[in-house]
Each structure stands twice: as C-alpha cells, then as structure tokens.
C-alpha cells in the first residue's frame, strides 16, 4: 500500500502506512483502457487499480509513446522494482474506458517500471464461467501481461458502481466500475510460488537515524515546561541563595497573593486536639512525637514565635502522624496537610507552584545502575529539612503545640522546606542540581552523579572499580556536605566498599 506524504511544497517523500503482499496465485484489479494527450494521441494500456494506494503512477515506456508533457518534482521512492530511486517527473493525461464515455484526468508519478507481468502463470478464463452478459473492463485478465498504469483510492472510490457477484467459494469477485467489471481475488488451481510484497518507504536512513536519537535521548535540558513549570524555574533562580554555613535559602513558589489565604488557625486547633485524644489512649506515641518535636528545635529547623504576632498572611499546617513499624531510622513519620483549606476555600497547597520534574525516571537509574560492576546506595538524611525558607515566607509554615495538654498551645515555625507541601520536592531536588552546577568544573563526575543518579534523596551509582566506587563516594560526600546535605545508609555490593566508607565518615 502506498502512501504519499507531502514534505514542502516542492518536495514530496514517500512513507509506508502498510504493505499490502500480493501472491500472483489470484486475479488483481485490472483494467484496459485508453490512455490520451492533449493532442488526442491514445493509445491502450492496462491498469492496476488499488484502494488503498494514494498515488497514481505511469511507466516511462508509456510515458514517452504518449508524448506527455513531463513536470519536474522531487520524489523519494524505495523498493519498486526492487531498485530504490528518485522520482524526478510527474505527468497529466486523459484516461478513458473502452466500453463506455468515461473519461478521467489524473496527475501520475513517471517511474521506470510499476512491477512485472500480471498473472504471473496464464489460466483458463473459461473456468471462472463469467456470466456472458457481463462487460469486463481487462478481458484479457488470464494472460501476463505488464502494468503500465497505477491507480489509487483517490481514483478508485470514484469508479466504483453499485454491483458485486461472486464466483466461487474461494473468494474470486466480480465487480463493477464505469470502466466496466474487473476481477479480483484468488484463483483456485493456479499456484506459483512468486509472492510479490509493494513497499515504498522513507529511504533517508541518516535521517531516520537522526531522528529516532533525538527523540529517544534523556536529556533533561531538551524537556519541554509548561509556563507555570518555567516560571517556577525562573523564580527559583532569581531568588536562591546561600547563608554563610552553605545551606541554601530559597523562597517558596507563589502564583497567587498569600493574603487570599483564609483563617487557618482553627481548623490547626481542632487538628491538635483530635491529636492529642490518640496521645491519652497511645503514650508511646506522645513520646515519639514530642522527640520529634524537640528535634525540630533543637536542629533549628523551627523556631517558637511570641502567639500574639499574627502576621498575615500565614497557614497553620494541619497534620496527623504514621507510624512505621519497619523503618530503620524514622519510626513516626508526621504528615503534613497543606491542601487543607483556609476559611476562603484556598489552601497552602493551591497557593503554591510545583515545579517540573527535574530528575531522571527510575527506570532509567536503574538500568544505568545495573551496568556497573561495583555499586553503591545512600540517601541524603532528612534532605527537605536542610534547605531553608526565607523568612519573609516562614509564617505560612506554622504549626500549634504543646508538649502537655495542660498547658498553654505554642505556635512555632518551620524555617526548613517543609515535605506535604505543593513545592518541598521541587525546591530541594533543585538546590541539589544547583549543587551539581557549582561543582561542574572541578568535578564533572560527580555533577553527572547528582544530576542523573538521584531519585529524590536516594541514590544509586557505581563504577567498574572498588578503587572508583571508594573515591567517588569520598567526592559525592565532600560537596554534598558544602551544601549541608549529610549522606547516610551506605550499601554495596563489597564488604570493602562499605569498610572504606564508613571508616573515613568515622573519621
């Protein structure tokens, strides 16, 4: 099946839909009929006719006996006569039937050759007992003979009438077309062991191949970002910064006025309370969360605030706690909710851009780090907790506590990047790649690591080497560590790998 496909205006390329195999064992959709030039110069000709073709072509041999007028184009065609080649004319001319006062103008791609003798054997047409009523359109169907014309759907739907008899079981059609009735189907008893497959094809392969690498190449830097995706991007840049100690500051996102933001305090209460209910029944879990609490602080990761300052705008963080019977470091784990709405019906969450993704697939991390002879995995701790908010934005990170239910509830504020937040996985992961950037030039390897061997604050990577996989562990701590990010829970592949690192973090 043929399938034509315009590239410009002044160049046409060939591309394959599909294939359409023809054994010879049958009778194909053919056609005698009169091919004309302008100058009334005719001459018959067979045709082939294909429905599912968009194009029409016409032997040069034909082409030259007419003396039809050629027009210069550019075509690309592959596999026709089983030569590939360029197509450098096309031609119009006048098509009529010999059995009736049809008469068609059709535009034809010229080629050398549109394929062999169809049928390829000769058989009985006697066999078939064709009604003697009927008119067919090729009537010497049952003898080879050589295509000299190519029609396709544009012409065939227009020639198709009202009619259709069928003459065996096997499948053989008779039907009718203003040229008049043509065959097609298989013949039964005819057998040869010739199937011709027509293809044409895109034959452009550097291009193909160019092609395909582009599309499949995981470069992150090509990703198309939707508007929101580059002004989150653009905001990070213009406002990222770095305190004296390393660690980055940043600002959360915003693409809306903070001060859409309703009351939040109450429904922060109520949330405490229903906490502290659990704490009466559960006083293991008070315990956990109250470490959790004090850690916090302790860290100064949050700050106590005097309660009468109300500065506006500001979000109590509503929150829950899960516990992870399992977990080797954090059994409780606090969630936060900042999808929660305010008394205006908008939440911290809807307030807030969430950036694009900005690390590789997992799938991808994981074939890469199936390469490797010697692995490595860690994971940064408490990585959303070791990047700051700016002050200005810490009062909408808030959240009311007390350590007794007797006493007075506190309010506090988380000046870290607080996780359950729209934009805490986006800002974090960005100050990694920001890391990456700093370190580009003294250590190229390293950055590749950071950029594409993430998969949020886990990392898997390795090198062909012990020696390798020692040093550049040694390396990912030391400028990791400049941006205040700690690497912990060191596994390998090799006891010496991990006697190696662990020795020196003791150090």
Known sequence: MLNAVPESKEKLMFSTNSITSNSDDGVLSTAIAFAKNENNGQRPARLLLDSGSQCNLITSELCDLLKL?????NVKIGSISDCPFEVKHKC???????????????????VPRIRSEVPKLPFDAKLLQIPSHIKLAGPHFDRPRTIEIFLGNAIFWSLICVGQIKLNNAGLLLQKTRLGWILAGPMPGLQSKLVTCNLINKINIDNQLTKFWELEECSLNKRVLSCEENACEEFFTKTVRRDGEGWFIVSIPVKDDPRKLGDSREQGQHRLFNLEKRFTKQLEIHKEYSKFIIEYIELGQMKRINCKIDATPSFYLPRHCVIRAESV???LRVVFDASAQTTSGMSLSDLQMVGPNIQSDLFSILIRFRKHEFIIGTDIEKIYRQVKITPEQTSLQRILWRFDSSKTIEVFEFITVTYGTA?????????LIELASKCEKAEPTVAKIIRHDFYVDDLLTGAETIKEVISLANRLKKILATGCFNLRKWVSNSPEIISEITESQKV
């Open 69 to 73: 007028k050629r027009t210069p184009i």
């Open 92 to 110: 119009e001319l006048e098509i009529s039937s010999r059995n009736s006062s049809v008469k068609i103008r059709v535009t034809c791609l010229v």
């Open 329 to 331: 470091s954090t059994r």
């Open 423 to 431: 934009a805490a996985s986006f800002l974090a992961i960005r100050c």
